[in-house]
């Protein structure tokens, strides 16, 4: 089983070939070489924000999954804070082999560790398969989820 840690700026490249290695990804992400640098921006604001990362799962050097997690200090809930799972993502080559359960399981045991009361997570209505994936792992459908896109 692959290694989970913290991702690095060297990752990127990887990171990004697993985020547009899909229907949705390759319609909104920029895989190129060099990296386009609205990534590396992002990656620097994610790493200087607390309680915000991306994790990696890495076998034999290699990047074969990823996933961000960012925890979210609230009111609501007396004060709960909330983790927030994104960009789940993982190699075409190592689906089906649990990997994804236990990448997804590793952060919420990092949100439980670092005293999260809830995790949440969003997936796009068209991935039918994460969702059954979700609720296998105890994820219910609790709320409608919205979204506002703004112009870059």
């Known amino acids: 089983m692959p290694a989970f840690r913290p991702a690095t700026e060297a990752d990127l490249p990887a990171i990004v070939r697993l985020l547009a290695d899909d229907e949705l990804g390759a319609a909104r992400e920029r895989y190129a070489e060099p990296l ?5 921006r992002a990656f620097a604001a994610i790493a200087r924000q607390e309680g915000n990362q991306v994790i990696v799962a890495v ?33 075409d080559s190592h689906r089906g082999k649990g990997l994804g359960e ?51």
Do not use: N, W
């Open 36 to 40: 386009p640098d609205e990534y590396r």
């Open 59 to 91: 076998e034999d050097g290699v990047v074969v999954g990823c996933l961000q997690l960012t925890l979210i200090p609230g009111l609501s809930r007396l004060g709960v804070t909330r983790a927030q799972i994104e960009s789940v993502r993982v190699a």
């Open 102 to 152: 236990s990448l997804v399981r590793h952060a919420i045991d990092r949100a439980r560790e670092c005293g999260c009361g809830l995790v949440q997570l969003a997936t796009d209505k068209s991935r039918l398969d994460a969702r059954r994936f979700y609720e296998r792992l105890g994820f219910t459908a609790s709320h409608e989820g919205m979204k506002l896109v703004l112009s870059r």
